[in-house]
């Protein structure tokens, strides 16, 4: 009887774990590194689409990094043949629309860095809603996972004082 028992048990047992779905675990999201100086602080609220937000709004400088994963965009059925073609999409609507007039933009510049491409550019101008002249260093960034926006902005008078500074934030975009 207890051997009826023990079989019985075993061949539930066996059914149980012969009988389930095999299960495929996916992943959401990955770790996204950025270095910025050390006089913004990380924030929220300044774009609802950003994963990353920093500022500082005394000396009037923001950075946000908007992440477009390959994964998300190929089930979108969206797909780009680079980072040029991304920076076409991307880039051609900064500063573009009846809010915004005066706008120019400066020459692209292309770098690669380990597997790492970069595109980025800057542009001038003015936001007639808030009336004021603004300079943006908007960066590219296509890892083998994702392309990255990263935006920099502030004031157009001080250009000269933070240019170099956002250049150097959109190199240090890494993922882990």
């Not at 050390?38 to 774009?47: A, E, F, Q, W």
Request: hydrophobic share 35%; charged share 30%.
């Amino acid at each position: 009887m207890i051997k009826k028992i023990k079989l019985i048990l075993a061949l539930l047992l066996t059914q149980l774990v012969i009988g389930q779905t095999k299960m495929i675990e996916y992943q959401t999201g990955h770790v996204v590194k950025l270095s910025v100086p050390d006089y913004m602080k990380r924030t929220s609220g300044l774009n609802d689409d950003a994963c990353l937000e920093f500022q500082n709004p005394v000396k009037e400088v923001y950075t946000i990094v908007i992440q477009d994963s390959k994964e998300d965009l190929k089930l979108s059925d969206i797909t780009y043949d680079g980072i040029e073609e991304f920076y076409e999409v991307v880039f051609k609507d900064l500063g573009v629309g009846e809010n915004y007039s005066n706008r120019k933009l400066g020459t692209p510049k292309k770098k690669t860095i380990g597997n790492y491409n970069f595109f980025y550019n800057e542009c001038t101008l003015r936001d007639k809603e808030l009336e004021l002249d603004l300079y943006y260093v908007m960066g590219l960034v296509e890892t083998p996972n994702s392309f990255y926006q990263v935006m920099s902005w502030t004031l157009l008078e001080n250009k000269e004082k933070f240019k170099k500074d956002f250049e150097n934030i959109i190199f240090t975009l890494k993922e882990d």
